[in-house]
């Protein structure tokens, strides 16, 4: 069995697109199994620039089978335009296939997603306004609708008229919001559904079937570790699970079926959203690493919040995944920098903390302890071979990984492919 999985170890934009589409070269499938089209990703491939949201990045590669898994959440306008944006490329798209058991985003999850966040006031989540929250608190409440419901006209009424008549009682009394048309909704959502009839299919079967003939599968992570319900910084997570654990859930796979775990780093933190985040830089620092690494969100535009990098974060992150790899990203928007900052340890209260704690009111209130490196000051982007990075780049990586207990496996040095040094085998 050959399988990887690769997913973010801080708050997303790690720059997994990049990573994943290396790795989808070597695979056979790529499959996306939390998220939906919050996420976004850049890949560059042949001079050019792919914003891919939903789409698993194997798209850009002919013959890969690329699966969008039971546990993504699908916009269907959204995957119909991204698909007739890939057309318009001439990148073939007829090896997608989106599970019959995904749910589906309705215009109610959007509008709602923007009433909660605009009620939250400056308590707001800062969500991407997709949708997703609420699409995945239908999923557990039973009341939402999959891709299979949305193939049958009779099945998909009955549940729309139902879910919209509690949604418009919503608008109506608690938000004081225009009610929408359940005529209207249905024969939008009629017409997406013929559309994306040639992309259903049982993918937990599929991939099963492809496993057991000895493919290799890519598993795609969106968003990141401490964006995960369960394990981030919650409540200013996304509302699915992108670690590693979540791909058994996700695309229909046992956990002894998840073979190598790569965790993608980026060589400094960003966070876009709110939430606590204890190496925060809000000073020139902070602004220079925005301006160089041109932080500014995918799906949404925000500027990111940026910061020095955070090794606890990466270390939990590395436990969490049981990461067999660290994939090192963006180290040359450190290029500039004189001196360079790794958080090593928390103090919270005065006392050297081990984990990251659970209760934001203590996370904020905790106190970074750094340790200082010297920096390289020298362009590194035509670097092609480890050794040939400057010592004080090495010493900075070398010191992360001790941290981690996590090998570097591949270190990344600009945008495109060639840019990337591989100091490992994945697919075993
Ligand atoms: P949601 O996923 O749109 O509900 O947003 C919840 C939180 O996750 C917000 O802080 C978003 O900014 C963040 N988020 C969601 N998707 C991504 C992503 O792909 N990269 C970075 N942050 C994300």
């Known amino acids: ?56 990045s194997g798209i850009l590669y002919p013959n890969k089978l690329c699966i969008v898994g039971n546990g993504v959440v699908i916009d269907p306008e959204k995957v119909l335009e991204e698909i007739a944006n890939m057309k318009a490329q001439h990148v073939d798209t007829s090896n997608l296939r989106i599970s019959t058991r995904a749910h589906v985003i309705l215009p109610y999850h959007k509008i709602l997603d923007e009433l909660q966040e605009n009620d939250l006031g400056d308590k707001k989540i800062g969500t991407t306004k997709k949708g997703i929250g609420p699409c995945y ?29 509690y949604k418009n009682r919503l608008f109506k009394n608690m938000y004081n919001a225009p009610e929408l048309d359940l005529d209207t909704v249905y024969q939008q959502y009629l017409v997406f559904a013929e559309q994306l009839r040639p992309y259903v299919a049982d993918t937990g079967s599929l991939l099963q079937e492809n496993i057991s003939v000895g493919k290799k599968t890519l598993f795609e992570g969106a968003q990141a570790s401490f964006l995960d319900l369960d394990h981030g910084t919650y409540p200013y997570v996304t509302s699915s699970n992108p670690i590693a654990g ?18 993608v780093v980026k060589a400094y933190s960003t966070r876009v959203g709110e939430g606590p985040f204890v190496t925060e830089l809000l000073d020139e620092t902070g ?38 790899y660290l994939a090192i990203t963006r180290l040359d928007i450190l290029d ?82 060639e840019q990337t040094m591989i100091m490992c085998e994945l697919f075993k």
């Not at 979540?246 to 965790?263: D, E, I, N």
Request: proline share 4%.
């Open 1 to 56: 069995m050959s399988s990887v999985v690769v997913v973010g170890t801080q708050w997303g934009d790690e720059g997994k697109g990049k990573v994943v589409d290396y790795l989808a070269e070597q695979a056979d499938l790529v499959v996306r199994y939390s998220g939906g089209s919050n996420a976004g990703h850049t890949v560059v491939a042949n001079n050019k620039t792919y914003k891919l949201h939903l789409l698993p």
């Open 137 to 165: 608190a239908d999923k557990a409440t039973r009341t939402g609708i999959r891709i299979c419901d949305l193939m049958d006209k009779e099945v998909f009424l009955e549940k729309l008229t139902t879910n919209l008549a």
């Open 246 to 263: 979540g791909v058994c859930t996700g695309a229909g796979v046992a956990p002894k079926q998840v073979g190598t775990a790569v965790g």
């Open 287 to 324: 602004h220079h690493i925005r301006e160089r690494g041109h932080e500014y969100g995918t799906t949404t535009g925000r500027p990111r919040r940026c910061g020095w990098l955070d090794a606890c974060v990466v270390r939990y992150a590395a436990q969490l995944n049981g990461l067999d």
């Open 336 to 417: 500039e920098l004189a001196t360079l900052k790794i958080c090593v340890g928390y103090k919270l209260n005065g006392e050297l903390i081990k984990h990251i704690p659970a209760s934001l009111k203590e996370l904020a209130a905790c106190e970074p302890i750094y340790e200082e490196f010297a920096g390289w000051q020298q362009d590194i982007t035509n670097v092609r071979a480890y050794k040939d990075l400057p010592e004080n780049a090495k010493r900075y990586l070398e010191r992360l990984s001790e941290i981690t207990q996590t090998p570097l496996g591949i270190v990344s040095v600009g945008p495109s492919r």
